[in-house]
């Protein structure tokens, strides 16, 4: 059980570090990313794709921050009120990163895949905040377990 929270913990400090450089390339990035290589600021389409990605890419990061932060409980008790709050939250953003996804996909430009990307997200937080609830419920019975004893 150590050696995959050190793996899974390895893991999620990769992709933390990949997006940290990701995020300080995008600026950069984009260009390549929209096959567009005249894409400057002062065009207003490719401002608004910066904003977006930019978006994008804090809610993955902080997602990703909250995901290490309820890893570091897993070796002692799962089941605290830390990792309740870190589930709510991590549900809450996924929710605006949802909520930015459909709101691009409305006014900005309709693509299918940035519905699904949208749909997805609303999923997860779905069930990040579902899973908020039980682990709440988790340390409710706990709590309790512990004044009867």
Known sequence: MKKLNNTMMGMLYFCLTMGVLFFC?????????????????????????LALWYAGAIGALYILALLIRMMKTLPADPFVEQN????????????GMAGLAFIAAAVYYFRFMIIVLGMVLLFCALLSLILGNVFKKAVEYRDNDKLVI
Not at 84 to 95: D, H, K, P, S, T
């Open 25 to 49: 390339s995008l600026y950069w990035v984009l260009p390549m990313i929209l096959f567009d290589k005249s894409a400057t600021v002062a065009d207003p389409r490719y401002c608004i794709e």
């Open 84 to 95: 309740v709050i870190c589930l709510r939250r991590m549900g809450y953003a996924a929710l």
